[in-house]
């Protein structure tokens, strides 16, 4: 990655984390709460049965109670390995453990899940813009992941206000084709990647 663009998404990451943390514990809440109820809602949600989704971890949008609502869903989490690699398992939450970054993981004994039995992922990021771009947090693991499986339906979550006009990416980085904030969904055309 040349120096500039990494040096630049670097001080945006610096820029979002600021912005995340100063809004308050009960406008985080409420914002979880609305986006739960857009996924909810979506055609594509309904129809998917194995759905990816994360661990929140600091002040990421809270998924949980989408999981114990909908219990007839496949949710399977990501361990996280080295070279910027993911290993899929079902989500117990009483099988879960701290990772070195800090957020919750399955334990390493329970089974894998294949990753193309996915149907849908519910992608976390630092912010996102309107045509799909992530900022992530540097490791590259969501791009490896969805750059072995083109086409697999990916749904972008963050907060309004880091709802981007444009964000900087290179080659290798994966959009979502839609994005949810607690203003909607917004599906993205696949045209306008850009």
Known sequence: MPEDISVLKEQLRQQCRKKRVSLSEDSRSQASLSIRRYIQLWSVFQEAQVIFTYMPMNEEVDLLPLLTDN?????????????????????????????RFGMLEPDSALPRVPSDRVELVLVPGLAFDHKGWRLGYGGGFYDTFLSALPGLVTLGITYHTLLLDELPHMA???????????KGIQDISLENKG
């Open 172 to 182: 290798h980085d994966i959009p979502v084709m839609a994005l949810v904030t607690e």
């Open 71 to 99: 219990p007839q869903k496949e949710w399977v989490i990501p361990r996280i390995q080295p070279h910027s690699q993911m290993i899929l398992h079902p989500y117990y939450p009483q099988k879960l453990v701290r990772h």
